[in-house]
């Protein structure tokens, strides 16, 4: 109805304004028009008006599709879910994406503040949510959520706030669920930063630099071992509701720990951006073909009165009337991946691979769908495995799943139809259940988890990333060893 409106008003203006206007210089030249005058500006123009603004409307539109295209990959719409980076580059002739390395993982959540520590837990089944006894419903009843023990928010605060005042920068005015999640983030962040700090540049760098302020070296030679030191990217993807100041300070406290390891702060950017999401960020450091070495560290808590109070107005929080409502979770994970060329230059490899990874967006929302209606998750698991040869099994799925039924029939569909040899009860590990609603931070606790079974079993593993309601992703961790044949022949345990 709409379009036929617009189309109608167009048309009438087109020819409003013809007539008008040719009326008016009819009389004012005092000319009488023939039957050509009348057919060209009565008939012909107008049309003439509304075929050409058709014809611009059309070239916009196509021109506004060939522009889009290079960023549809990235965007994670369907059409990517099908097709996925891999596939795309193959089709273009590109260099497929380039693998990379997990030097080091960090993971601080309940139940284990590390990946062995948490693999114990969900081994044992007490990785679960509880009643909380600080966080109380509009009812006055404890909420089910996962708390982490030996959180020490208030020692963080004055942490953050003296190196603020240090600075002369302002005082900083955030929830507990903010203080939460940096402390939960600074180990994490530490660890990783150390494990970063062993790249001999560092230290040939820190060398030339002592070395020219002794007057052994020269400026010259303390420039180009700095320069000859990698760009560490610090990708810190953080809740969504954080305002920009938030983000600043949590941005430059972690870089603050990885300068303290020993990364040279001129060597540092540092990304906080809003919207990121762990998939296509991991695509797009295996895609650019720049050499990588990243920290990608998430972290949540929504272990706060404020959240709490949140969720219960716009009825998202799990009570006993909401089942399918979300429980309150906190966790912090983090990854330092390598390129081939930075790995082989640490002592301690090799180490796990991460292989291209597939990333893709649901056409609905997942709450609205189907039980089991995993086209999109699929098509992205089966695209992540690609590199295992066509009979080769996976022993373990690792998903970011919590327990509202749509995603954790979503994943269990699409795990059945990847690897249906798999038994759900012991080969398939959802952790939403262990971390709570611990947004970005759900997956790359699974990532974390994933390189730890890589490592104890030999043999790839899968992860799964489907608890936001429409961003999906798949990611393959496999052996260090470059013989995949022999990696990927274990079958499931």
Not at 45 to 66: D, I
Not at 206 to 216: P, Q, V
Not at 344 to 361: K, S
Not at 381 to 396: F, G, K, N, T, W
């Amino acid at each position: 109805m709409n379009a036929w409106m617009k189309g109608i008003l167009l048309s009438v203006l087109a020819f409003g304004v013809s007539w008008t206007g040719a009326v008016w210089y009819w009389r004012s030249t005092n000319r009488m028009p023939d039957t050509g005058d009348l057919a060209a500006c009565l008939v012909a123009l107008p049309l003439s008006l509304l075929l050409g603004y058709w014809l611009v409307r059309k070239g916009a539109s196509a021109w506004s599709a060939r522009a889009a295209e290079p960023a549809a990959p990235a965007a994670g719409g369907a059409g990517a879910a099908a097709a996925g980076a891999a596939a795309t580059a193959a089709a273009d002739g590109a260099a497929a994406p380039a693998s990379l390395a997990i030097a080091a993982a960090a993971l601080h959540a309940p139940h284990g503040d590390s990946a062995a520590a948490l693999a114990g837990a969900l081994a044992d089944n007490k990785a679960r949510p509880d009643l909380d006894k600080e966080l109380y419903d509009d009812d006055g009843y404890p909420v089910m959520c996962a708390r982490a023990e030996g959180v020490d928010e208030q020692n963080t605060e004055q942490e953050i706030s003296e190196w603020l005042a240090a600075q002369g920068q302002p005082a900083l005015y955030a929830r507990d669920e903010f203080w939460r999640a940096m402390a939960l983030a600074t180990p994490a962040v530490l660890h990783l930063a150390e494990a970063a700090a062993a790249h001999p540049r560092v230290s040939e760098a820190a060398t030339a630099a002592d070395n020219a302020l002794a007057g052994h070296g020269t400026a010259a030679q303390a420039a180009r071992a700095l320069n000859a030191v990698p760009t560490l990217q610090l990708i810190a993807l953080l809740p969504p509701e954080w305002n920009s100041q938030w983000r600043d300070v949590a941005g430059r406290w972690l870089s603050h720990h990885i300068e303290q390891a020993g990364w040279p702060q001129q060597r540092i950017a540092v990304n906080t951006r809003p919207g990121q999401h762990p998939g296509p960020v991991l695509a797009a450091l295996q895609q650019s073909g720049e050499p990588c070495v990243a920290v990608l560290l998430a972290c949540t808590s929504h272990l706060g009165d404020a959240t709490v109070d949140a969720w219960s107005s716009n009825g998202s929080l799990f009570t006993a009337a909401r089942p399918q409502g979300a429980m309150p979770g906190e966790a912090a994970a983090g990854l330092l991946l390598l390129d081939a060329e930075q790995a082989a230059l640490l002592h301690d490899g090799p180490y796990p691979m991460l292989a291209p990874v597939a990333a893709g967006q649901r056409p609905n929302d997942v709450a609205q769908a189907r039980n089991g209606d995993c086209a999109v998750l699929k098509e992205l698991a089966q695209q992540a495995m690609q590199p295992l040869a066509d009979s080769a099994e996976v022993p373990l799925i690792v998903a970011d799943t919590g327990h509202r039924s749509t995603r954790l029939m979503e994943m269990m569909a699409a795990a059945q139809a990847v690897q249906p040899k798999l038994d759900p009860a012991q080969d398939i590990l959802a952790l939403g259940n262990a971390t709570g609603q611990a947004g970005n931070a759900g997956f790359l606790a699974a990532l974390a988890l994933a390189r730890h079974e890589v490592q104890e079993r030999g043999a790839p593993v899968l992860c799964i990333a489907n608890e936001d309601p429409y961003l999906r992703c798949a990611a393959l961790i496999r052996p260090a060893s470059d013989d995949m044949d022999n990696a990927t022949s274990a079958t499931p345990a």
